[in-house]
């Protein structure tokens, strides 16, 4: 993919970022489950809660090419920290960029871009999760204010943001077209913010549920049309795909990585690993998936930089890459012996971390349910 100047060079800053300041902390982030303030701090300070949000907000207005390449770097480290800015710079305020009106955009996008506020995208609820239709959150419109009642679950960053883009119904009778989105405030009363999930991997980047009771949003908080936000969700999730495969591309290629150097310097029976056909084959096998994954996330980026939908490119590019992530990082354990199943190795976490890119943002079986139902409209 072709990429600007400027963002060859920001993504040789984040590499340099990567390797002075997330790796010496990620083995601490995933003991202690938690992302030290002053690598927080740290990435405010190079601009990274801004990357996608336009400059005159504040932020450095990468397009979803850029964001992708940026994504691919930081596949290249911890996961938890990855995620608390993929997600803040993705899913969290790509509605707001898009849709917001002006008083929304002067409000909230400088205090996102500089990082002051973490931003979360709250859809899932207890019944609802693969079938986001199925949501029972309501929102009824009260003089100049809607007032708020349900529950969300598994909402990424909750415990950090401020700002809670969120989907209610707003008339149960339309159905789909029946659900509107807001944007909500830490502060604003009737929102809590529940216990941190204790995960099988992510560490470092929290998920929490969210209660919402008589919860009252001024009516100016309401994103985009009333009605608009299933439709509004599904755009936000359909790049969102995009930049998940972007990421697992990026760890495809640091397993790969680390698997040549291993087996360049490991001696059983008198030779080297490199020398063994048996793992020569799986290394190839792993960078071919990671290929074909690139080539998915760059056609998906292409479709939907042109303007188009880019339903099935974005669930297949996910579907794909999501996949290959998990047969690579199965091999490089493999490939490591025992030692891929130390900790000390760092690869185990990956097999840990790698494991929630085919459940959220709809799981493979949804994209599949995806890819199969554009295949038969078209037909
Ligand atoms: C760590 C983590 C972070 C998350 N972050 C967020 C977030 O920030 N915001 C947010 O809104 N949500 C978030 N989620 C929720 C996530 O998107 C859902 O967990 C996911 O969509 C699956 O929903 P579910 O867990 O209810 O599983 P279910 O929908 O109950 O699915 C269970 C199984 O059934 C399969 N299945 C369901 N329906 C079908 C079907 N029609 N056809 C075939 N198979 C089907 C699924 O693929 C899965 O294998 C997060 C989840 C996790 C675990």
Same mark, same amino acid.
């Given at each position: 993919?072709?990429?600007?100047?400027?963002?060859?060079?920001?993504?040789?800053?984040?590499?340099?970022?990567?390797?002075?300041?997330?790796?010496?902390?990620?083995?601490?982030?995933?003991?202690?489950?938690?992302?030290?303030?002053?690598?927080?701090?740290?990435?405010?300070?190079?601009?990274?809660?801004?990357?996608?949000?336009?400059?005159?907000?504040?932020?450095?207005?990468?397009?979803?090419?850029?964001?992708?390449?940026?994504?691919?770097?930081?596949?290249?480290?911890?996961?938890?920290?990855?995620?608390?800015?993929?997600?803040?710079?993705?899913?969290?305020?790509?509605?707001?960029?898009?849709?917001?009106?002006?008083?929304?955009?002067?409000?909230?996008?400088?205090?996102?871009?500089?990082?002051?506020?973490?931003?979360?995208?709250?859809?899932?609820?207890?019944?609802?999760?693969?079938?986001?239709?199925?949501?029972?959150?309501?929102?009824?419109?009260?003089?100049?204010?809607?007032?708020?009642?349900?529950?969300?679950?598994?909402?990424?960053?909750?415990?950090?943001?401020?700002?809670?883009?969120?989907?209610?119904?707003?008339?149960?009778?339309?159905?789909?077209?029946?659900?509107?989105?807001?944007?909500?405030?830490?502060?604003?009363?009737?929102?809590?913010?529940?216990?941190?999930?204790?995960?099988?991997?992510?560490?470092?980047?929290?998920?929490?549920?969210?209660?919402?009771?008589?919860?009252?949003?001024?009516?100016?908080?309401?994103?985009?049309?009333?009605?608009? #936000?299933?439709?509004?969700?599904?755009?936000?999730?359909?790049?969102?795909?995009?930049?998940?495969?972007?990421?697992?591309?990026?760890?495809?290629?640091?397993?790969?990585?680390?698997?040549?150097? !291993?087996?360049?310097?490991?001696?059983?029976?008198?030779?080297?690993?490199?020398?063994?056909?048996?793992?020569?084959?799986?290394?190839?096998?792993?960078?071919?998936?990671?290929?074909?994954?690139? #080539?998915?996330?760059?056609?998906?980026?292409?479709?939907?930089?042109?303007?188009?939908?880019?339903?099935?490119?974005?669930?297949?590019?996910?579907?794909?890459?999501?996949?290959?992530?998990?047969?690579?990082?199965?091999?490089?354990?493999?490939?490591?012996?025992?030692?891929? !199943?130390?900790?000390?190795?760092?690869?185990?976490?990956?097999?840990?971390?790698?494991?929630?890119?085919?459940?959220?943002? #709809?799981?493979?079986?949804?994209?599949?349910?995806?890819?199969?139902?554009?295949?038969?409209?078209?037909?």
């Amino acid at each position: 993919m072709q990429l600007s100047p400027e963002v060859r060079q920001l993504c040789d800053e984040i590499r340099r970022f990567i390797q002075k300041e997330v790796e010496p902390r990620s083995r601490w982030i995933e003991e202690h489950d938690e992302i030290p303030a002053e690598l927080v701090q740290k990435a405010r300070e190079l601009g990274l809660f801004g990357l996608t949000i336009p400059e005159q907000y504040g932020g450095i207005g990468l397009d979803l090419a850029g964001k992708c390449a940026i994504e691919e770097e930081m596949g290249k480290t911890n996961y938890g920290f990855a995620t608390l800015i993929g997600n803040h710079t993705g899913i969290s305020s790509a509605g707001i960029v898009a849709l917001g009106n002006e008083a929304q955009k002067k409000h909230f996008l400088p205090r996102m871009a500089s990082g002051e506020w973490i931003g979360c995208f709250a859809l899932t609820e207890p019944q609802a999760g693969s079938d986001p239709a199925a949501m029972r959150t309501t929102a009824v419109k009260k003089g100049d204010r809607w007032v708020l009642n349900g529950e969300k679950i598994f909402i990424t960053n909750a415990s950090v943001a401020h700002v809670f883009t969120v989907m209610a119904i707003t008339d149960r009778s339309k159905a789909i077209k029946g659900i509107s989105t807001f944007i909500l405030e830490r502060d604003f009363p009737g929102l809590s913010v529940g216990r941190n999930e204790l995960k099988m991997g992510m560490h470092g980047c929290s998920t929490a549920p969210l209660a919402f009771n008589d919860c009252a949003v001024p009516a100016g908080n309401l994103l985009g049309p009333e009605g608009a #936000g299933y439709v509004q969700a599904l755009k936000t999730l359909t790049a969102g795909r995009v930049t998940v495969s972007a990421r697992c591309v990026g760890m495809m290629d640091k397993l790969i990585g680390r698997c040549v150097e !291993y087996m360049k310097v490991r001696t059983q029976g008198g030779h080297k690993l490199a020398e063994y056909q048996g793992l020569q084959w799986m290394l190839a096998d792993m960078a071919v998936q990671r290929d074909a994954a690139r #080539g998915l996330t760059e056609r998906a980026i292409a479709t939907l930089m042109r303007g188009e939908r880019g339903t099935l490119e974005a669930s297949a590019a996910k579907l794909f890459s999501t996949e290959a992530l998990g047969k690579v990082v199965d091999a490089a354990v493999q490939i490591h012996g025992g030692m891929g !199943y130390m900790r000390e190795a760092g690869i185990e976490t990956t097999f840990r971390d790698a494991r929630i890119t085919r459940i959220y943002e #709809g799981s493979s079986e949804i994209q599949r349910n995806i890819i199969a139902a554009q295949l038969l409209k078209e037909q």
